[in-house]
């Protein structure tokens, strides 16, 4: 439990989301518009949210799998220390990946993820981060896709959690310590 109290203020609404999911949708049909089955990476756990709307937008045969990653434990800040807790359960060499990631903040998470993924020789392999906070990036990678950039706020909501806690509200919010 979060030892502080604190209040959520709506940074974006679900509506503005949905709507920019379309369009990243469009972008991405048309990127992968030769593939026969793309392979959809989400980052656990904080993508679930975004990947299962993403991939309800993609009219095109993809499968679905998932890596479990952990850096931050309960506390507010990155440690550079990135721990893959899930693999994937299948192969990517020869495949067209897309890697779906909720939040790139330090980075460290992503460039992990994606050495691991390139070292298994995809045919094509890109990332798409529905919030992308490129103040605080500590290395440099950025998204092919994303989906708004944000301020230094502490977010929480779509999937993201503050202490386990938040992931199942339906916009992003900002965290406002009330004490
Ligand atoms: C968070 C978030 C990203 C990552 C971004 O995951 O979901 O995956 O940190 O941070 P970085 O760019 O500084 O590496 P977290 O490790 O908190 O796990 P979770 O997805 O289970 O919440």
Redesign the pocket.
């Known amino acids: 439990m979060p030892d502080r109290s604190y209040v959520i203020d709506q940074m974006i609404s679900a509506k503005s989301i949905a709507a920019r999911i379309e369009d990243l949708a469009r972008e991405i049909k048309a990127e992968f518009a030769g593939t026969d089955r793309l392979i959809v990476v989400g ?5 679930f949210v975004f990947i299962a709307d993403l991939v309800r937008e993609l009219d095109m045969n993809v499968e679905v799998d998932f890596v ?5 434990g309960n506390a507010m800040e ?1 440690s550079k220390e ?1 721990r893959i807790l899930k693999d994937l359960r299948g192969e990517i060499e020869g495949r067209d990946v897309l890697v779906v ?10 460039t992990h993820v994606l050495h691991l993924l390139e070292s298994r020789a995809p045919a094509k392999l890109r990332t798409i981060a529905l919030l992308d906070k490129p103040i ?1 990036r ?1 290395v440099d990678i950025k998204a092919d896709w994303i989906g708004f950039e944000i301020p230094d706020e502490f977010v929480v909501g779509y999937g ?2 503050f202490a386990q806690r938040n992931r199942n509200l339906p916009f992003i919010g900002k965290v406002r310590f009330t004490e």
Do not use: A, Q
């Open positions: 980052l656990l756990r904080g993508s479990e990653t952990s850096s931050y990155s990135v990631e909720d939040i790139v903040d330090t980075g460290h998470t992503l605080r500590e993201i959690d």
